[in-house]
Each structure stands twice: as C-alpha cells, then as structure tokens.
C-alpha cells in the first residue's frame, strides 16, 4: 500500500476524510489520475494538473453536472471536489461491457441529448458561469450561434484549422479541403434544436461499470447537434457500437442520412487532435474533408 503524502495531504482539505492510499491511474492524455483510498472505505479519482488552464476542472465539474442532471440519461461519476488544481471525483469501477449494457447506454444517451440545450452554444453553470470550456487543454468557443451550420464552422472546425495550420499539422491542400466543406454545411447538414451533447464521447470516456452501469467522464459539454456524439463514438470504434445505435434509434431516431454525414461531425475532433497530437490526425482531416468537398 502506497501513499504520495501530497496528494493525499490536497485531498484531504477538500473531502475532510483521511487518504489511507493512492495509486497511479494510466490512460489520462491531459491530467495526472490518482485513485485514492479514503478512510471511509470508499474509493475516488483525483486529477490533478500543474498548471492547470484557469477554470479547466470548474468546466469539467459543471459538465458533469449538466448531463448528469436529466432523469434516465447518460450516468456521471459523482463530483466530490473541486478546486484550480484538481477534481476528485466517486470512483467508478471499470468493467468489460456486453451488448445489453451498450443497449441501455445508448437509450440513456437519446435521453440526454433530448433534454436539449437553450442554445447551439455553452451552457450557463451557477458556478462556472456561461464561459468558454476546455477540450483538452486548448480553449473551447463556447459563443452562441443561431444556427448549427454556423456553430459548427466558426466555433468547432476553423478554430482548430487555422492552429493545425500554424503548427504544420495541415497543410494547405488539406486546409482549402476543410473550407470548402465549412462553405457548404448548410446543404450537408439537417438542422435540429441543439441537443446536450458530452462533446468528447470518445471510447475511451465510456466507462463500462459493474452490473448495468455505463457512465461518462472527462465532457466538454455544450449544445449542439446530436451526430457529433455519435461521430465521436464512431471515430475511435465503442465496443458493442452498433447495438448503441440501435437503442438509441428506437427512442430518439436520427434524421435520414446521418450516417453519410458521420466525416463532417469527425472533422472537429481530428483537427483538435492534429492541434494537440500532430501525426497523421492533419491529413486525415483533409482526406476525410474531400469526401465532402
């Protein structure tokens, strides 16, 4: 049994319960993740990140609390604490998953989405106000927008083209391919009220609980067009994907072609991780752009 006297001596002036352990957690791309040991018997996560982005853990906490605010939607590990430095949160338990838990999780997600937002746009938060939100570490235009096609240009994928750009991560082939795509949403894609989306529900923030249990983490949460989640779920391959789909067909079911429409909605996402990761995300971007273009 191991403990790290500072993040335990940080924890406990924010839950007021001793850490009896800590333990290194992997798989966090952004903050260090520490599964600490309380003196109560329960278990939590504590991410921790110096320095971190000013109101990066406030954002997540208001996220999680904004989707984990509709009755019968998508599960959120509980917000224990919350500071400049850190975020602890209830531990959730992982599992391996199965077709009927992907079932229910994609019945829950319809839910969350349906319970819309105000707004293609950031959402207001008692505690963290209507600012711009985090994903990753770089900023997230959070501004309103009257329309989807306008959002999704000006605040998702020119944002994340034109710093791609600048640090060599597209080139200018690939970007004329983006723009043309941008020039273009408002044939390519169906309006629909803004939905409330996680906004980074990639595989790796499906967490598959114990019994029938499916929660999410790490959202950078606003209101949008519902494809994008799913475009995110697609992007990185959700184990049991397809039966996710089927649920949440037979509740909420998508407008026609939505699944031609699956590249536009990745574009964001590669181009924030061409931003954040270089790589190959750059020209992939572009080759899925020319699909479109």
Same mark, same amino acid.
């Given at each position: 049994?191991?403990?790290?006297?500072?993040l335990?001596?940080?924890?406990?002036?924010?839950l007021?319960?001793?850490?009896? /352990?800590? /333990? %290194?957690?992997?798989?966090?791309?952004?903050?260090?993740?520490?599964?600490?040991?309380?003196?109560?018997?329960?278990?939590?996560?504590?991410?921790?990140?110096?320095?971190?982005?000013?109101?990066? &853990?406030?954002?997540?906490?208001?996220g999680?609390?904004?989707?984990?605010?509709?009755? $019968?939607?998508?599960?959120?590990?509980?917000?224990?604490?919350?500071?400049?430095?850190?975020?602890?949160?209830?531990?959730?338990?992982?599992? +391996?998953?199965?077709?009927?838990?992907a079932?229910?999780?994609?019945t829950a997600?319809?839910?969350t989405?349906?319970a819309?937002?105000?707004?293609?746009?950031?959402f207001?938060?008692?505690?963290?106000?209507?600012?711009?939100?985090?994903?990753?570490?770089?900023?997230?235009?959070?501004?309103?927008?009257?329309?989807?096609?306008? &959002?999704y240009?000006?605040?998702?994928?020119? %944002?994340?083209?034109?710093?791609?750009?600048?640090?060599g991560?597209?080139?200018?082939?690939?970007?004329?391919?983006?723009? +043309?795509?941008? +020039?273009?949403?408002?044939?390519?894609v169906?309006?629909?009220?803004?939905? +409330?989306?996680?906004?980074?529900?990639? /595989?790796?923030?499906?967490?598959?609980?114990?019994?029938?249990r499916?929660?999410?983490?790490d959202?950078?949460a606003? $209101?949008?067009?519902?494809e994008?989640?799913?475009?995110?779920?697609?992007?990185?391959?959700?184990?049991?994907?397809?039966?996710?789909?089927?649920?949440?067909?037979?509740?909420?079911?998508?407008?026609?072609?939505?699944?031609?429409?699956?590249?536009?909605?990745?574009? &964001?996402?590669?181009?924030?991780?061409?931003?954040? &990761?270089?790589?190959g995300?750059?020209p992939?971007?572009?080759?899925?752009?020319?699909?479109?273009?």
């Amino acid at each position: 049994m191991t403990r790290s006297p500072g993040l335990a001596r940080r924890a406990e002036q924010l839950l007021g319960h001793a850490v009896v /352990s800590t /333990s %290194p957690v992997a798989g966090g791309d952004v903050a260090t993740a520490t599964k600490l040991r309380l003196s109560t018997g329960a278990s939590a996560l504590m991410k921790t990140l110096a320095p971190a982005p000013a109101g990066l &853990f406030a954002r997540e906490a208001a996220g999680l609390r904004w989707l984990g605010g509709v009755d $019968g939607g998508v599960a959120v590990p509980e917000v224990l604490a919350v500071a400049e430095d850190c975020l602890i949160l209830a531990w959730v338990e992982p599992g +391996r998953g199965d077709a009927e838990q992907a079932a229910r999780f994609g019945t829950a997600l319809a839910r969350t989405h349906a319970a819309g937002a105000a707004a293609y746009g950031g959402f207001t938060d008692a505690d963290a106000g209507p600012v711009d939100g985090f994903i990753g570490t770089l900023p997230l235009p959070q501004k309103p927008a009257p329309s989807w096609a306008e &959002f999704y240009a000006t605040r998702r994928v020119l %944002p994340y083209l034109s710093l791609a750009r600048d640090r060599g991560a597209v080139d200018a082939a690939g970007v004329a391919a983006v723009e +043309r795509v941008v +020039r273009r949403l408002t044939t390519l894609v169906p309006e629909e009220p803004p939905a +409330r989306l996680h906004g980074d529900l990639w /595989s790796g923030n499906v967490l598959w609980g114990p019994g029938d249990r499916v929660s999410v983490i790490d959202p950078a949460a606003y $209101g949008g067009h519902r494809e994008v989640d799913l475009a995110m779920l697609a992007l990185f391959g959700l184990p049991h994907l397809a039966r996710v789909v089927e649920a949440y067909q037979d509740l909420a079911p998508l407008a026609e072609g939505w699944e031609d429409r699956t590249g536009i909605h990745q574009l &964001f996402p590669l181009l924030v991780h061409a931003c954040l &990761f270089g790589g190959g995300y750059g020209p992939r971007a572009a080759t899925v752009a020319a699909r479109y273009a």
